[in-house]
């Protein structure tokens, strides 16, 4: 009887309900999981990465649980520890290699790269200005994070969360600041679900209803060949610029080669659906299991989060003044609100310009003008991570 | 040693601008180059044709040495058939569009809707028309 009390005892003292009592913070952690799987699922914020996220904050703070060690990771030297990850790790610690070595995000951006159309960008190339105006935002943000306290390193990987691009904060955060690594991806993706939100009222404060009214001139059809030369062309000119932004402008690019080029349909489809799905789940499950509460539950994260949405705020109003500006030098030909969709959340952004030209206008169909800025947000946030590796990393 | 905030912020709004600029002056290029060749082409295309169907009945064909007029004058051509054909034989006007897009879409010069009437056409072995093309379509290499 006694052995038997003993062994429950013991059991007892093992379980993760005492953890809960010896240290609260997983209660909390546990409390925001839930609230993040409740956004994803009921809300629909960007469910395909949320929900893996959210998951991997509930699986991380189960206490005993143990199903990552964060501290084969983050050491003195910088480098992990891959010795005591192959041989004592477990499943979160094999996956969470891939964001660490930075596989995963360039996966990404090769699935995204097959779902990609550059042809507005084609034929309107200085779309890619707005794409540029846009990223102010990260630096703007960059600025902010440095008054706040924050190191010049981790300054850049929170100021990426203004490119709007979840798989490009991720890649400058795990080289930059991958103690930080859970509160951006959390922020970036939150964010980037709240366009539609955010985006709005800041277009319509500094446009005026004769700018939001503008219709723009059909884009000029873009033949086959320009669409395959195009990632060709942009990867080498890019890559040899900024070899820091090779890994994910080129892999963007490889993507939409194999879509534009129409001779490896089977191999494009994988990388835009198997691939990307499964590389989705060991991204969204691996970054989540990074968020503990020491590091989460901390006035860092708050500020993140607050500088976060003065990112996406601050690239919205960069798009849209240098849209204004264009707007004036070609006398009233190009829409300021497309300028908006610089930021590079593909193809929500889009989307929002669309929907509030149409409220001015119901005849204008804005859409496909906006996806210039939009697609080449992708590529403006990458060449700015690209940079902000390369001086600060 | 970490550079100054400022140093990274001129540099990185430089260089993001800088580089975002050369590849729009590349694509700019690049997209004169392919539109001078695309004409060029439609050109020899509208040439050749004319000659041939200069007796044609269907006689809007554009003159050889206009391929840069050739687009607006499909787009005439397309709202000049809609107006003209709005409703005919119970067609409403909106499918005439369409279907008159799609000509224009396939055709490689000017082209003239000469009419557009709905096939009235039974099912043949128990398939519509549409169904029949589609079984034609996917047979056609064997």
Redesign the interface.
């Known amino acids: 009887m006694e052995g038997f009390l003993g062994a429950i005892r013991g059991i007892a003292q093992e379980s993760g309900f005492n953890g809960l009592f010896e240290d609260p913070r997983y209660l909390i952690m546990i409390c925001v999981a839930c609230v993040l799987l409740y956004l994803a699922i009921v809300k629909q914020f960007e469910p395909l990465l949320l929900l893996p996220i959210a998951f991997g904050m509930l699986l991380a703070n189960l206490p005993g649980a143990g199903i990552i060690h964060m501290e084969y990771f983050l050491t003195e030297s910088g480098h992990p520890d891959f010795m005591q990850v192959l041989n004592n790790g477990g499943l979160a610690d094999m996956l969470y290699l891939g964001v660490k070595l930075g596989i995963y995000p360039p996966l990404i951006f090769l699935g995204i790269g097959t779902m990609t159309d550059f042809s507005p960008l084609i034929s309107n190339p200085a779309s890619l200005l707005l794409g540029a105006a846009a990223q102010l935002g990260i630096f703007f943000t960059y600025w902010g994070a440095k008054m706040l306290g924050f190191t010049g390193a981790e300054a850049g990987s929170i100021g990426i969360i203004g490119g709007a691009d979840g798989p490009t904060a991720i890649f400058v955060t795990t080289k930059l600041a991958p103690h930080l690594l859970g509160a951006i991806a959390v922020a970036a993706y939150s964010y980037m679900a709240l366009v539609p939100i955010i985006q709005p009222p800041i277009m319509r404060a500094l446009t005026t209803h004769k700018e939001r009214s503008i219709v723009m001139t059909q884009l000029r059809p873009v033949s086959k060949t320009e669409k395959v030369i195009f990632p060709i062309m942009c990867t080498i000119l890019i890559s040899l610029i900024l070899p820091t932004a090779a890994p994910l402008v080129g892999m963007l690019m490889l993507g939409n080669l194999m879509k534009e080029s129409g001779v490896v349909d089977r191999i494009c489809k994988t990388a835009g659906n198997e691939l990307m799905n499964i590389i989705t789940i060991f991204l969204g499950l691996s970054v989540g299991c990074t968020t503990s509460g020491d590091t989460f539950l901390t006035w860092q994260t708050v500020k993140i989060i607050g500088l976060g949405l003065v990112a996406f705020s601050f690239g919205t109003s960069g798009g849209v003044m240098l849209g204004k500006l264009m707007c004036v030098l070609t006398k009233g030909k190009v829409n300021p609100l497309i300028g908006a969709a610089g930021v590079s959340a593909v193809p929500m952004a889009a989307r929002v310009a669309q929907k509030v030209g149409q409220k001015e206008n119901p005849q204008n169909f804005l859409l496909m003008h906006a996806m210039g800025p939009n697609v080449a947000g992708v590529i403006g946030s990458a060449v700015a991570a690209g940079i902000l590796i390369n001086m600060l990393g | 040693m970490?550079?100054s905030?400022w140093?990274?912020?001129l540099?990185?709004?430089t260089?993001?601008?800088a580089?975002?600029?050369?590849?729009?002056?590349?694509?700019?290029l690049?997209?004169k180059i392919?539109?001078g060749i695309?004409r060029k082409k439609a050109t020899e295309a509208a040439a050749s044709k004319a000659q041939p169907a200069s007796s044609s009945p269907v006689a809007n064909v554009a003159p050889a040495g206009a391929a840069a007029a050739v687009e607006p004058e499909l787009v005439a051509a397309i709202a000049g058939a809609t107006y003209a054909n709005a409703s005919p034989a119970g067609v409403p006007g909106e499918i005439v569009a369409a279907i008159t897009a799609a000509v224009a879409a396939v055709s490689e010069g000017p082209f003239e809707i000469l009419s557009i009437t709905k096939n009235k056409q039974k099912k043949v072995a128990g398939r519509s028309a549409w169904s029949r093309a589609a079984v034609r379509a996917y047979t056609e290499p064997f």
């Open positions: 970490e550079p905030k140093i990274v912020i540099t990185g709004i260089l993001v601008f580089i975002l600029v050369l590849l729009t002056l590349v694509i700019k690049q997209g392919f539109t695309d």
